[in-house]
């Protein structure tokens, strides 16, 4: 079945991977019966594919209840979108409805999905960030007229996600990669390694994601060459990574990263495509 070309992220997510699809791309294997995602974010790699069969994750719940909600409810979803106001006032008010947890327990799983996209359509610089107590905190962008609804995205999204083979997750990227069969392919697009100690973003959850981590997911790599999976993995290209993936393909590539507080740190950085299989 031919892609649909309107199949294109939802949501602005930080080191979303758009504009490296022409990068990414050429590096995938030529077939992938099980393709998995377990940092999904904004789903770029993944609407570019459409793979038919997929298990895909984020440990941040509110985005995978997001999906969950385009896929089952996309009309009632579409419809709930269009009451939003862009004003100031109103933002904050839907902002902050998560801080008063019987408030937010109370709002039905569409209103949830429906706040999330407002809120990332209308936040400054689409940045996805929550606070140690996992509380949506980015300002308000002031944008004359953000793109609040795109309906023909959303039900172009939803009729990908009802027609194929697509499992929905939010937990440890760990557990994810244990689902996966034997000969199907992983894409990781973690958390970048930070460049600098003042450059680190790991807001998209409240837990962060450091050296740790980092340690732990090249691990999962081993794992899953020694269970013959092949792996697609992106991150900033800093000594440690390099490092710490140097037995496997390492290519540099150049990304322009655009959500930046500071205008001037707007600009081409490096970054790193790492693999543990050869390009047919």
Avoid at 96 to 106: E, F, P, T, W
Avoid at 216 to 231: E, Y
Avoid at 234 to 243: P, R
Wanted: aromatic share 10%; glycine share 6%; net charge positive.
């Amino acid at each position: 079945m031919a892609k649909n070309k309107l199949v294109a992220p939802v949501v602005k997510w930080v080191g979303g991977k758009r504009q490296l699809i022409d990068e990414i791309t050429p590096m995938l294997p030529k077939r992938i019966t099980a393709y998995c995602e377990p940092f999904l974010g904004g789903g770029a790699v993944l609407f570019s594919l459409q793979p038919k069969n997929a298990i895909i994750n984020d440990l941040n719940a509110d985005l995978m209840l997001v999906y969950e909600i385009i896929r089952d409810n996309v009309e009632v979803l579409i419809t709930d979108l269009e009451k939003h106001e862009n004003t100031s006032e109103y933002f904050y008010k839907l902002r902050d409805m998560d801080r008063d947890k019987a408030v937010y327990q109370s709002m039905t799983k569409i209103e949830k999905a429906s706040r999330i996209i407002y809120l990332n359509k209308t936040c400054y610089n689409g940045l996805f960030r929550v606070n140690a107590a996992g509380e949506f905190n980015s300002p308000f962008g002031h944008y004359k007229n953000p793109s609040i609804v795109n309906a023909p995205v959303l039900r172009a999204v939803s009729k990908y996600l009802t027609a194929s083979n697509i499992q929905l997750f939010s937990e440890d990227f760990e557990v994810t990669l244990q689902r996966i069969p034997r000969g199907g392919f992983v894409y990781l697009d973690p958390p970048y390694d930070p460049v600098s100690d003042t450059a680190s973003f790991t807001g998209y959850n409240s837990g962060g994601f450091g050296k740790d981590a980092q340690i732990r997911l090249k691990q999962c790599c081993d794992t899953l060459s020694q269970r013959g999976i092949k792996f697609l993995l992106s991150n900033s290209a800093t000594n440690f990574i390099k490092d710490l993936y140097k037995d496997y393909t390492i290519t540099i590539v150049h990304a322009k990263r655009a959500i930046n507080s500071d205008a001037s740190k707007r600009g081409a950085i490096e970054e790193v495509l790492i693999r543990n299989y050869g390009i047919e």
